[in-house]
């Protein structure tokens, strides 16, 4: 099974991981293709992590049907046998090695000669612009210069899939943004499929070419990130990537993908429909986003009335709620509006800024 995924550098089918009577991965499918970068998101105790692991040969699966590396049959193969490394937050550098005997030392555990492997070495630490440093002890460099050594590191054995474990987790937010755009400019240079594992959405949005979304061992949504962002299939995908306003509505009509719900007291409101299966008079959710909504003074194509409730200053941003005849919703401004000055009598959005799916 490759999930439509066209030539796959890795392949996951219906795996199953427990440890004694829990379940941490519920008969998942996941694949990635040459060249990808896949995001798996999720919240501590998704499964996200334990999948790496089992990935990597450090968990052995309960039970697997397909898993597969570079075309190669992996589940039973400890992990040194795996074309795969693995990049940990902890970095797990050597402090008695300098930076390009640190990078050069997994090659020198496959048996490349000495200075073969630190010519390679000092190759791979130019590709992370710190060639200039390969002689320093790992004391001696920030912790954003250690990122990148531990990166170097994995690279430079040219490894079919590289793996990475929530590897900006312990950089400030300037760095680690900073470490986002470049993690991106390696891959893109390399060719390499990287897996990289986090409970951030923004670094997942930021950096993937595809996201797949975990929960209690299950996989929720897997899509571009786009898709999960504007286009989320359930409450929890919708929660979790940032949706401040769900409400829960009745669903009176559907046109394709378009969607008419109603709340109580005869209000409508059309979303696009993002989940299969729903139906008509039954309860359901609609979500839209704060940045989404705007104050009107005639009517949007989604606009409802609506009596100020609270104002916050935020410094970059403005949230504001108001309360409306669906519900209380959020807005949230980046450009001043919702002043103290202001008067909210009204507020719409776009009909396709709202998204309809099951109510749990």
């Not at 941003?317 to 509006?337: C, E, F, N």
Request: aromatic letters at 4%.
């Amino acid at each position: 099974m490759n999930n439509g995924v066209v030539d796959p550098m890795l392949e996951i089918e219906d795996l199953v991981h427990c440890y004694g009577a829990v379940t941490a991965l519920n008969h998942v499918s996941v694949s990635a293709a040459k060249g990808e970068f896949l995001t798996i998101l999720g919240s501590s105790g998704s499964g996200k992590t334990t999948m790496l692991r089992v990935i990597s040969g450090l968990e052995m699966p309960t039970s697997v049907r397909r898993l597969r590396i570079g075309g190669q049959d992996v589940a039973h193969l400890p992990a040194a046998k795996r074309n795969c490394t693995t990049v940990f937050q902890s970095y797990a550098l050597f402090p008695h090695m300098n930076v390009v005997e640190n990078v050069a030392y997994g090659l020198k555990i496959r048996k490349v000669n000495g200075p073969d492997a630190l010519k390679e070495a000092r190759r791979a630490l130019a590709m992370v612009q710190l060639e200039g440093k390969a002689d320093r002890r790992i004391s001696q460099l920030s912790g954003g210069e250690r990122q990148r050594v531990a990166l170097a590191r994995a690279v430079v054995t040219q490894p079919a899939v590289l793996l990475l474990d929530e590897p900006l987790g312990a950089l400030d937010e300037r760095l680690r943004q900073d470490m986002q755009i470049e993690l991106m400019e390696l891959q893109r240079s390399l060719g390499m499929t990287f897996v990289y594992i986090t409970h951030s959405q923004e670094e997942a949005l930021t950096m993937s070419d595809r996201v797949v979304l975990m929960s209690h061992g299950r996989i929720v949504q897997s899509g571009s990130p786009l898709d999960l962002f504007d286009r989320p299939e359930s409450r929890f995908a919708a929660g979790f990537m940032g949706y401040e306003n769900i409400l829960e509505a009745t669903l009176v009509a559907q046109d394709g993908t378009l969607g008419t719900v109603e709340f109580p007291g005869g209000l409508r409101i059309r979303g696009v429909v993002t989940a299969d299966g729903l139906k008509v008079g039954g309860t359901v959710a609609i979500a839209i986003r704060a940045e989404r909504i705007s104050p009107v003074s005639a009517e949007a194509p989604e606009s409802v009335e609506a009596t100020l409730t609270n104002r916050i200053y935020r410094g970059k941003y403005t949230d504001v709620t108001v309360a409306t005849g669906a519900g209380p919703l959020r807005l949230r401004s980046w450009h001043g509006v919702g002043s103290e000055t202001e008067e909210i009598r009204r507020v719409g959005w776009n009909t396709t800024d709202a998204v309809i799916f099951a109510a749990q």
